[in-house]
């Protein structure tokens, strides 16, 4: 089958005494996102306001801001393979920060895509998502320097890893994580979380390590 091909390709991979580094997830996923106007909009009043702004040219991301304090200590990024209505019922905001919620490409109110667009991009819906976090902390750190990621989930942990390699000054959090790319593979695992071409990069293992931060993982794996 077609996914007993994947997994001895990635068999291969991790076999090879030759790493690939770690240039080679932008190669992979069509190089390094366009920058321009990032669109930044908020709107409402008091210390919630929604926000869309573009994660990709013409990809409208709509997201939650909130501020529930006068001294802000740095700014939090939460994204969720459950959708930013689910994440914010989960951890709601933080008193000292700044928090984020924002539905990744795939998920909340950005769900049931078109996987065409990626694929016609050459991109993957990780990765497009992890240049919508890279942007996001772009434009928020006009509140602070103090820059986190909390990720949850396949989908949205592997876009948080994306955007580390984006972003270096990024601290991120990860939980509910896969630890190998053929987990990604696996029956529950989102269609939208794989890599295309992943036997091409360096191991999950490697590019964390290159990214820092903390990850819990999925139990089982």
């Known amino acids: 089958t077609m996914r007993e091909l994947s997994l001895e390709y990635l068999k ?6 030759e790493r690939p580094k770690v240039e080679r997830v932008f190669e992979v996923n069509g190089g390094r996102p366009v920058m321009g106007d990032i669109g930044w909009n908020e709107r409402g009043e008091g210390n919630k306001k929604t926000v869309t702004f573009f994660g990709e040219p013409g990809l409208s991301v709509p997201g939650v801001l909130v501020t529930n304090t006068a001294t802000i200590r740095g700014v939090r990024i939460y994204v969720s393979d459950d959708g930013k209505s689910a994440e914010i019922g989960l951890t709601p905001p933080a008193t000292g920060y700044v928090s984020f919620y924002f539905d990744l490409l795939g998920i909340g109110e950005l769900s049931g895509i078109e996987l065409r667009y990626p694929v016609y991009l050459g991109r993957s819906v ?3 998502g992890g240049a919508s976090i890279a942007r996001a902390a772009s434009a928020l750190r006009s ?5 986190e990621v909390i990720a949850r989930g396949p ?4 876009a948080a890893t994306f955007a580390g390699l984006l972003d270096p000054a990024l601290k991120i959090k990860g939980t509910d994580a896969l630890r190998e790319w053929s987990e990604y593979l696996s029956d529950g695992v989102p269609d939208a979380a794989v890599q295309p071409r992943a036997n091409l990069l360096p191991t999950l293992e490697e590019l964390r390590k290159k990214v820092g931060g903390t990850w819990e993982y999925r139990p089982g794996t």
């Open 126 to 128: 990780a990765y497009i």
């Open 12 to 17: 291969n991979a991790a076999d090879a005494k």
């Open 155 to 158: 989908l949205a942990t592997l």
């Open 143 to 147: 509140r602070s320097a103090n820059v």
